[in-house]
């Protein structure tokens, strides 16, 4: 069959709403294929040391596409192909499993058609891959819906993400020929503006929707009945160099993907809302002093209908009267946990009808590793041990007791005001 080019326009969508399963009307037996995102993440990056899991904007920058992947909610499976073991344990924390590639496709020279036909070969189930790109974190849940919605409803065999650019280009001239340049895109007698232009599509490296049979019987990953998908410029950025980190910070802090709405966090005293330090007057009193910075921040979460539930512990050497003060001052719930959290914190979950994708968690220790995974989102402060840090979604730039509650704090609601920024596009849109 020859190759169709086809847009798909950009629209706004809730990506804050789940989606269901895949189903597919378009063609036979389509109901029933395996559809897979993969994002390839190396531990060799030669132009920024483990790049895929260095920190931007507070998260791993692998986490930031793995957020979109799993709550894209379309995916019968998310993969990391990696042969890293710090980067199988980030993939792991956002809710991804693990292919460990083998060491003939995580060679220098190895080629990402190469990486995805091993991983294909050796998961028979998959049927439609999706290669996700570590280094975009500007990557929504809703740009992959809609490009998997080309493959499972409009009969599309390959779909990638494209950019529209306003560059004039010209023949390059290498050192010592004498050939002159020429233009390959315009016309110098009739130069454009750029409002008279619309440009020319690129792929910026997002995403590539494939299948099983092009992967392995084709050897390509656009061919077949080929479609593109529409992203605006402002969600297509790329890291390849260390020039390029602090810019993509800017831009992943505006336009990133900061997950579902948060309906209720939990934060531990000790430790977070706290320094983790119990000091004892002459009389035997035992008193702990909080950051006015953190009571704000708890405040403004409130305020914006976030309910907040500190969390302490039988091992913590605050002592019940000191538990209701602190409760009391920060006007909050108290959960109190054994040794296994988790267990704990899903009877309060169950109790007020929420699940872990609503759920912000501030934790600091080895203990609340299994709910710093679970939670939609989950902060950890500066000073927290490695194996809570490795866990944690988001590392704050303060320590506990210090501000680190009001900067997650100001985190939540940063992305609670993307989601109704996004929701009042929608709106705007359906008049």
Request: aromatic content about 6%; glycine content about 6%; overall charge neutral.
């Amino acid at each position: 069959m020859m190759s169709q080019a086809r847009k798909r326009s950009l629209f706004a969508a809730d990506d804050d709403e789940p989606m269901p399963a895949p189903k597919l009307h378009a063609r036979g037996d389509e109901a029933h294929r395996h559809v897979a995102a993969l994002v390839l993440a190396r531990g060799g990056s030669k132009g920024i040391t483990l790049k895929n899991i260095k920190k931007l904007a507070g998260l791993p920058l692998l986490g930031w596409v793995l957020r979109a992947a799993v709550d894209c909610n379309m995916f019968h499976s998310v993969w990391v192909s990696t042969d890293h073991d710090e980067i199988e344990k980030v993939a792991r924390s956002f809710g991804a499993q693990v292919h460990r590639r083998s060491a003939e496709v995580s060679r220098d020279t190895s080629s990402s058609l190469e990486t995805i036909q091993e991983f294909v070969r050796l998961h028979s189930e998959v049927d439609v891959i999706c290669n996700i790109q570590a280094t975009s974190p500007c990557l929504h849940p809703y740009h992959l819906q809609q490009a998997l919605e080309m493959i499972t409803l409009q009969g599309f065999d390959s779909v990638f993400s494209v950019v529209r650019r306003h560059h004039f280009r010209w023949q390059e001239v290498k050192e010592g020929n004498n050939k002159v340049t020429k233009p390959l895109n315009l016309d110098p007698a009739n130069r454009p503006r750029r409002q008279d232009w619309d440009g020319e599509l690129c792929e910026n490296g997002s995403f590539y929707f494939t299948t099983r049979d092009l992967v392995l019987n084709k050897n390509i990953l656009q061919g077949g009945v080929t479609g593109y998908y529409e992203m605006k410029p402002e969600f297509s950025v790329d890291i390849d160099v260390d020039i390029d980190w602090p810019v993509a910070e800017q831009r992943v802090l505006r336009y990133g993907y900061h997950g579902k709405v948060v309906r209720l966090m939990f934060c531990n005293i000790s430790g977070c809302l706290t320094d983790g330090r119990v000091l004892m007057s002459g009389s035997g009193e035992d008193m702990v002093a909080i950051n006015t910075k953190d009571t704000v921040g708890i405040q403004m979460l409130q305020s914006e209908e976030v309910e907040v539930v500190l969390v302490t512990s039988s091992v913590d050497l605050l002592n019940s009267v000191l538990v209701d003060k602190l409760a009391k001052r920060a006007g909050c719930e108290v959960a109190k946990v054994g040794e296994e959290p988790l267990k704990d914190l899903k009877l309060v979950l169950e109790r007020k009808k929420l699940k872990w994708n609503q759920v912000a968690f501030m934790g600091n220790d080895k203990v609340d590793v299994s709910c710093l995974n679970l939670a939609g989102l989950s902060a950890v402060p500066s000073d927290a041990p490695i194996v809570a840090t490795d866990a944690a979604k988001y590392t704050c730039r303060n320590v506990g007791g210090s501000g680190a509650v009001r900067e997650f704090g100001e985190y939540i609601l940063l992305q609670r005001e993307k989601a109704k920024m996004k929701q009042d596009r929608i709106d705007t849109s359906s008049k």
